[in-house]
């Protein structure tokens, strides 16, 4: 296990990984939530926010720079290519050297204030807590699917799934350590901080309005994340023909018997998509996994640090 990072007063480090992208209005009213926050928790902990900008084309890598110019605890991670937002904070935890680490989105959609809540909870004793969307102001449709959503993957899921959890969190430097120790080129965080176990409390809380700006994440997007979601987190498709086969077998011999009793080409060409599909399924799944296991086989890496435009915090040990 790595060695705590300490400063010289002997404070615990805790890194608050904000993920950003095209986000030049939000930031500065994110820093006017926070910063009360940062201060609140500076009695316990050396704090550091630490941005992490995925490539952003607009002004917000200036206006990250201009906060910077004026507070010393916030840093800025510089990513080469816009990766998408798993993958940026998976390069925030590969890289950041921390003893405890919290993420939150930019858009105060996720109250910065309830960092508070959380570390009550940590020091409580919890390696994990993660706030637990009880309502949030989006559309009954959306919601309904967002529910159905975190039902099918904890009903699917190889291993353990937290419902309602989102990456709203703040978890110790082990619950780290032990999600980083994953090959994945598609990481789906949730599920790791899921996975690894340890001691957990979940905080309900009211999702508010975006602060400011436009989202980044459209429906195409949504879809999108929770088809890689799924098919992260569990391997159920692959063995679900093995499970239907004798379903499949049955309707087979009934269309075929009802061809051969009537004398309808109708009944054998039913046969024939029926056994069309089963096979379509079978290689359709196949495929998506063959990919992804191929893709973790190459070893690429999932982010490049843009080094020269990053800023990053010392990782000081003892």
Not at 124 to 147: H, N
Not at 183 to 199: E, L, W, Y
Request: hydrophobic fraction near 45%.
């Amino acid at each position: 296990m790595s060695t705590p990072t300490r400063n010289t007063e002997g404070k615990p480090r805790l890194s608050i990984l904000c993920p950003v992208y095209n986000e030049e209005n939000v930031v500065p009213l994110f820093w006017g939530r926070i910063a009360p926050v940062i201060k609140d928790l500076s009695a316990q902990f050396e704090v550091h926010l630490v941005f992490l900008d995925n490539c952003s084309t607009d002004a917000t890598y200036d206006v990250i720079q201009a906060l910077r110019a004026d507070h010393d605890n916030i840093f800025l991670l510089r990513l080469s290519a816009n990766v998408g937002y798993q993958k940026s904070l998976q390069c925030g935890l590969v890289t950041i050297e921390s003893d405890v680490y919290a993420f939150i989105d930019v858009d105060c959609e996720d109250p910065p204030e309830m960092l508070k809540d959380f570390v009550e909870q940590y020091n409580e004793g919890y390696d994990i807590v993660y706030g637990i969307r009880k309502s949030r102001p989006e559309s009954e449709l959306l919601l309904f699917m967002r529910r159905g959503f975190y039902r099918v993957v904890r009903a699917l899921a190889d291993e353990d799934s937290i419902l309602l959890m989102a990456e709203f969190s703040l978890f110790c430097r082990e619950v780290r350590d032990a999600i980083i120790n994953e090959t994945n080129s598609f990481p789906f965080i949730r599920s790791n901080i899921a996975r690894v176990g340890f001691r957990r409390k979940g905080v309900e809380y009211t999702r508010h309005h975006r602060i400011a700006g436009e989202t980044n994440y459209n429906f195409s997007g949504m879809m999108v994340f929770a088809i890689a979601g799924i098919l992260t987190t569990t391997t159920l498709p692959l063995r679900l023909p093995i499970y239907t086969f004798p379903f499949w077998l049955v309707l087979l011999f009934a269309c075929g018997a009802a061809g051969i009793v009537t004398g309808s080409a109708w009944w054998f060409l039913c046969a024939f998509m029926l056994f069309s599909a089963y096979v379509g399924f079978c290689l359709m799944f196949i495929a998506l996994y063959l990919a992804r296991s191929y893709k973790n086989t190459l070893g690429r890496p999932n982010a490049t640090i843009h080094q020269r435009l990053s800023v990053l915090p010392e990782a000081r040990h003892g």
